[in-house]
């Protein structure tokens, strides 16, 4: 079995699909990133209020 | 990097790469938005992750990229004339109007969504402001309308200090301002400088630039008049919490040859700048961009300096 010859259109626009891809996993890396970020910075928070509190 | 390059593939195939839609961006002026809200972002007097502190830069550079994208759109006509841009993806075939218009309006959306995820609401409201002055107020309506497009323009670029300090701070400050100011202040002599050499381009593509409306003896008193305004701003700087002697000395010594530069300006008549081939504006433009890097170098120096006991006052 062989693989169809790809069409002139995704040779022609190769570099702007990997472009477009690896941007869009670059921003799924920095969401997630983002939020860990975030959750870490609620649990100090938290912990500080608690330790405050007593 | 140029704010115009282009692919040359793009060029033989006529179809758009990554690289001009990069390019739509104008990173050039991108890397100044970067730079500058980097530096309002440390030394604001408040830490922030650095995973957030970089994702909030990020959306800043993108949102900026945005009105960049947005500009080019809207001044797609006289783009074609002027030999400065006519280089640029749209002038040049290589990007539809349509496509620079949709590409600009999504990436603006979404760095203020994203920024007021990552940071806050009054930081995503700014650079909101932001896209908006230099999209409306600067693009469609100053820009070929009054000769004071440049000085009331400039407002748009002296917002990315103030959004970075509003990252960290979550407001806006005596110091973030003043940084907005020196900002504000230092652009029309830096715009107008270039104008002197950029001698036809504005003309033809009929934008009402100080040279064309008032002549190349005004703006040549209007950069030394505005340079005397901007040089209380600048040193003035070095009086308040973010600034100290580190700030102070370098200055001093940047507005004593900013002021030097100006003054030479203002001095020349056109027959000496036509025989050196206009030598003294072009070093006054490029000293005003050493001059602005310089600053707010200098503000960040400052804040480093600050946890060994040599930060400000």
Redo the contacts between chains.
């Keep these: 079995m062989s693989f169809p010859e790809q069409h002139e259109l995704h040779k022609?626009?190769f570099?702007?699909n990997?472009?477009?891809g690896l941007a869009l996993v670059a921003l799924g890396v920095?969401i997630f990133?983002?939020t860990?970020?975030?959750q870490?910075?609620r649990t100090s928070d938290e912990t500080q209020t608690v330790q405050d509190q007593n | 990097m140029s704010d115009a390059s282009l692919n040359t593939a793009s060029i033989e195939t006529g179809e758009a790469g990554f690289g001009d839609y990069f390019a739509l961006l104008k990173p050039r002026v991108m890397s100044l938005v970067v730079f500058t809200a980097l530096v309002g972002l440390l030394a604001a007097p408040v830490a922030v992750h650095p995973i957030i502190g970089f994702a909030s830069i990020l959306f800043i550079a993108i949102g900026g990229g945005a009105s960049g994208a947005l500009n080019m759109w809207w001044d797609a006509d006289i783009d074609r004339i002027m030999k400065r841009t006519r280089n640029r993806p749209i002038p040049a075939g290589i990007i539809s109007e349509g496509e620079a218009f949709a590409f600009g309006i999504t990436l603006a959306v979404m760095a203020v969504i994203m920024l007021a995820l990552a940071a806050n609401p009054v930081a995503a409201g700014l650079l909101a402001f932001t896209i908006f002055f230099y999209v409306v107020i600067y693009s469609m309506w100053l820009k070929r309308w009054t000769p004071q497009n440049i000085v009331i323009g400039g407002a748009a670029g002296a917002f990315p200090p103030m959004i970075g300090w509003a990252v960290a701070t979550g407001g806006v400050s005596m110091e973030s301002l003043l940084m907005f100011a020196l900002i504000f202040m230092w652009t029309p002599p830096h715009f107008w400088a270039l104008c002197l050499f950029m001698k036809s381009d504005y003309k033809e593509a009929g934008v009402p630039m100080l040279t064309v409306t008032h002549g190349r003896r005004a703006t040549r008193v209007h950069i030394l008049v505005y340079t005397l305004f901007l040089i209380p701003v600048a040193i003035g700087i070095g009086f308040t919490g973010i600034g100290g002697p580190v700030y102070l000395a370098i200055a001093v010594l940047l507005n004593a040859l900013f002021l030097k530069g100006a003054w030479d300006i203002w001095r020349r008549d056109e027959i000496q700048a036509e025989t050196d081939g206009y030598r003294t504006e072009k070093r006054v433009f490029t000293l005003s961009l050493f001059y602005l890097f310089g600053h707010f170098t200098a503000i960040l120096l400052q804040s480093m300096l600050a946890p060994y006991g040599l930060g400000g006052w």
Excluded: D, I
Aim: hydrophobic share 55%.
């Design positions: 022609r626009r570099g702007r990997l472009g477009l920095l990133g983002l860990m970020a975030k870490v910075a």
